[in-house]
């Protein structure tokens, strides 16, 4: 791999794990809001660094100066200066929905030179808040804030004694102030903010009582190497490695923000390490500051010369900071990013699951290679019982080797239900706004895996139902007020499993659907009779949204209101076996359960063969409800359809050849066929068949492309001795039965009459 493909998977993983990493932002800011005491703002504030940091190194100058905006605020919320309000937290979050739309723009290939007006207008609006917020501190407090803030800016300016002004103007600040407390402790955080590597040196530091100097040391070292000009990759490995020990001692002694900060060096250091990229002062620095803040509070003893800074050296150090600040990697601005990293897109995984991988790969081997002798024992030993059994128990092993490297590759497939719900709280905020309302989003179950492909088969389903409640569900802020409620309202969005099935439930506290209303829609557009209307239940009224063409909605808007989309909702689902279910009161919310089965993602699937005229299909085991045989007191006809009475319970019946439009088998007179009894969330069929041939383990491999409309079929599968088989869907064929003619249906030759 060259530096240019390195560069661009470097940017790949940058925008995966900035987008990741943005997602938790919105709750970890609520809280901060609740508790200013969790600690909960330095895991936001050090996101948003992060972000900056990287955006600066590879030239991404409006995602850097957006991001660096927001961090000098979320800097004054964590350092108290100002509170964190509703309003703010708010447009804290539309700032991250921001940099999450930017990160996905340079995926597709732009540079973001510079920041986008609707950002400008979003910063300006924080900017606002946090000025509103800061009135609430004493007027002391908010000149002493002002001050420190003129002074960054003439920092930041070209004028070469700029540094030097702005060092003058902090220290007139401090000394106008006829606190000694408060310039006390001005000085230890100037101090604090001004730390490096080598003011560790000799300096003890604890924790909690307990002397952690030791545990401190091995993680300055890669840093105190580098400015001797002694670094190497050995160097660089055994930071790693004390990073990942430091880490595990922390989250064993319970000190999550300790773990996360070393966490944290540890990745961005290995992203480094990984890369074609020298190790330099700017690289270094962004792993300096994941573990500055943290290291920092350990420090009880430092030696006299820290104690006493020289205030030119650290003007000077803090010139040459922000200078390499500004400079971040120019090479990395000639290029256009995201050229190539948006088409390549990762699946993370976990390295135990490689693991497996490899060792379930390694046991096919071995299994091969029995299989190889015991062939060249077949042809040279006349032992023929012996080497049947030896053979069978070979085949046994086989199967369950494959089976555990089905799971496998399963597994490998598996990513966090983040990726089908990271994006609805952005979409919902927005589209909530748009509408005049305010909406708070809650995610639960982010990290529970499921397979790849049910995130894509979900996204529009759930899409459909945030933009419903946006719409129909949740009530302006006056209108909620008014009930007793939060002006903001409430959307939950929560991914489980079962043993079978995914289930995504979408809830509001909205105003709730109301049964009568939906009857009385349902009267207007001929849905129900009179009669039907008075007998119908309340859980039946609720069911009423999924009919086609019905609509509660007033108006027809941009969002919704045409009578379309629920019943397509349903129909989606139940493609694919799954179904929608929906609960809601008046006045409380409304919660709609969204069920899909879970799918194996490598397509082996058990089946059962069948032989239907002169070929063979494949219905997957799981639709397989019985196998009976059906001689002529089993199989009526009743109005042109056959009826299969099966345990006392008839079930509409149907020759597979008919269906499928293959050509039939002529059969005796008072022969028995073969009914394979299927069953799906579409309803039950007895499908006749001329053979039932036994359980299949298969492969499905995809056909659509090669036949594309073609229904009734989900693959084919190879069998023994070149032989193919259809590989049929249970839905397909329900659906298929119900459409079929009466005449067709049933057919005086099935039985042979």
């Known amino acids: ?37 969790s600690g909960a703002i330095n895991p936001v504030f050090r996101a948003v660094h992060s972000i900056k940091g990287n955006a600066g190194f590879f030239g991404l100058l409006g995602v850097k100066g957006f991001s660096h905006a927001l961090e000098n605020t979320l800097d004054e919320v964590r350092n108290g200066q100002v509170e964190l309000t ?22 597709e290939g732009e540079a973001f030179e510079e920041i986008r007006p609707q950002d400008a207008e979003l910063l300006e609006r ?100 580098f400015d001797r000009g002694g670094y190497t990759e050995d160097v660089g490995r055994s930071f790693l490695q004390a990073a990942a020990e430091f880490t595990s001692w922390a989250d064993d002694a319970g000190y999550a923000s300790l773990a996360s900060a070393a966490a944290s060096a540890a990745e961005d250091f290995q992203t480094i390490f990984n890369s074609p990229l020298d190790v330099d002062a700017t690289l270094l620095s962004l792993v300096w500051d994941c573990l500055v803040g943290e290291l920092s509070q350990l420090v009880v003893a430092a030696p006299q010369a820290a104690s006493e ?36 897109r990762l699946i993370r995984v976990r390295e135990e699951r490689l693991d497996e991988f490899m060792d379930d790969v390694s046991c096919l081997f071995i299994t091969c290679e029995r299989l190889k002798d015991l062939q060249r024992r077949m042809v040279s030993e006349n032992k023929l019982d012996e080497l049947v059994e030896e053979l069978r128990q070979i085949n046994h092993t086989l199967a369950k080797q494959t089976n555990d490297l089905q799971g496998s590759v399963v597994g490998l497939r598996k990513v966090p239900a983040r990726g089908l719900l990271s994006k609805f709280p952005r979409v919902a905020r927005s589209l909530a706004g748009n509408l005049g309302k305010k909406l708070d989003v809650h995610l639960i179950g982010e990290e529970i895996e499921i397979d790849k492909s049910l995130v894509e088969e979900l996204d529009a389903p759930v899409m459909h139902m945030v933009r419903n409640v946006c719409d129909h569900a949740i009530e302006t802020p006056e209108e909620r007020l008014a009930a007793g409620k939060p002006e903001a309202g409430a959307l939950t969005l929560k991914c489980e499993l079962t043993q079978t099935h995914v289930v995504v439930t979408v809830e509001d506290d909205g105003r709730g659907l109301d049964p009568a209303k939906l009857i009385r829609k349902a009267l207007e557009k001929g849905v129900l009779s009179e009669q039907q209307a008075e007998l119908i239940s309340r859980d039946e009224a609720l069911e009423l949204i999924f009919h086609p063409g019905f609509s509660t ?36 919310g409304t919660t709609i359960r969204l069920e899909i089965p879970i799918r194996q993602a490598v397509l082996v699937i058990d089946g059962l063969l069948l032989g239907s005229g002169d070929d063979q299909f494949v219905i997957p085991f799981e639709h397989i409800r019985e196998i009976v045989e059906l001689d002529g ?16 319970e008839p079930f509409a019946a149907v020759d597979l050849t008919r269906l499928l439009d293959t050509k039939p088998r002529r059969r005796g007179e008072g022969a028995t066929i073969a009914g394979v009894l299927i069953g799906c969330k579409l309803g039950s069929a007895c499908l006749l068949v001329d053979r039932v041939l036994g359980q299949r383990k298969v492969v499905v491999n995809a056909i659509g492309e090669i036949l594309p409309g ?44």
């Open 1 to 37: 791999m060259n530096a240019v493909e390195m560069n661009d998977e470097l940017l790949a993983g940058f925008i995966d794990e900035s987008i990741d990493s943005l997602q938790d932002l919105p709750v970890l800011l609520e809280d901060h809001r609740l508790d200013p005491d």
């Open 86 to 107: 509703q309003d703010l937290q708010r447009a804290f979050v539309d700032g991250f929905d921001l940099l999450n739309d930017m990160l996905h723009h340079v995926m």
């Open 126 to 225: 924080v900017l606002r808040l946090a000025d509103e917020a800061r009135c609430q501190l004493t007027p002391e407090q908010r000149l002493l804030a002002e001050a420190v803030a003129l002074a960054e800016e003439i920092a930041a300016s070209d004028i070469e004694q700029a540094r030097d002004w702005a060092r003058r103007v902090r220290a007139l600040v401090m000394g106008e102030d006829d606190g000694e407390k408060r310039e006390e402790q001005a000085g230890e955080e100037s101090a604090q903010a001004a730390l490096r590597p080598t003011d560790f040196q000799g300096v003890a530091c604890q924790l909690g009582g307990e002397d952690v100097t030791n545990r401190v040391a091995p993680l300055l070292d890669l840093f105190l190497a």
């Open 309 to 344: 800074p020289d205030p030119t050296k650290d003007a000077a150090a803090r010139e040459d900071q922000a200078s390499a600040e500004e400079t971040e990697p120019a090479a990395g601005r000639g290029k256009e990013p995201g050229k190539s990293a948006g088409k390549n």
């Open 553 to 588: 909605a007033e108006k027809v808007s941009d969002v919704s209101g045409r009578g379309v989309g629920m019943d397509v909702v349903r129909t989606k689902l139940r493609e694919h076996d799954g179904d929608v279910k929906v609960d809601s009161h008046v006045g409380v």
């Open 633 to 648: 007191d089993d199989l009526k006809s009743v109005q042109g359809e056959h009826v299969a009475t099966i345990r006392g």
């Open 710 to 753: 073609i229904d009734k079929v989900a693959g084919v599968a190879q069998l023994g001795g070149s032989r193919l088989a259809l590989v049929l869907s249970a839905p397909d064929l329900v659906k298929a039965m119900r459409e079929l003619p009466h005449t067709t249906r049933a057919d005086s030759t099935v039985l042979g009459a």
